[in-house]
């Protein structure tokens, strides 16, 4: 199983929209991979990568709150070291 040396989010985190930092996205294929690796988040709606910045940004279901310890340990699953912008 992989270890991240990076910040966890407080378990039960919720928000309607949020910015990962520090996601390896290199290429299509990684990417590809980060954005298959949430496919399966429960209330996730949209997920918008940005290649340039590293960054992932992920909002809930019509509106709704998701829950961004779920989504950090998916990335985190698939190999994606990923931190919580806390802004």
């Given at each position: 199983e992989l270890?991240?040396?990076?910040?966890?989010?407080?378990?039960?985190?919720?928000?309607?929209?949020?910015?990962?930092?520090?996601?390896?996205?290199?290429?299509?294929?990684?990417?590809?991979?980060a954005q298959k690796s949430l496919a399966d988040v429960e209330g996730l709606g949209a997920v918008t990568c940005s290649q340039d910045a590293g960054t992932i940004v992920v909002e809930g279901k019509s509106g709704a709150d998701v829950d961004l310890t779920k989504v950090q340990a998916a990335l985190n699953k698939a190999g994606f070291h990923a931190i919580l912008d806390e802004k």
């Open positions: 270890e991240f040396p990076n910040k966890p989010v407080k378990e039960g985190t919720l928000a309607k929209k949020a910015t990962f930092s520090g996601v390896h996205l290199c290429c299509r294929s990684c990417t590809a991979g």
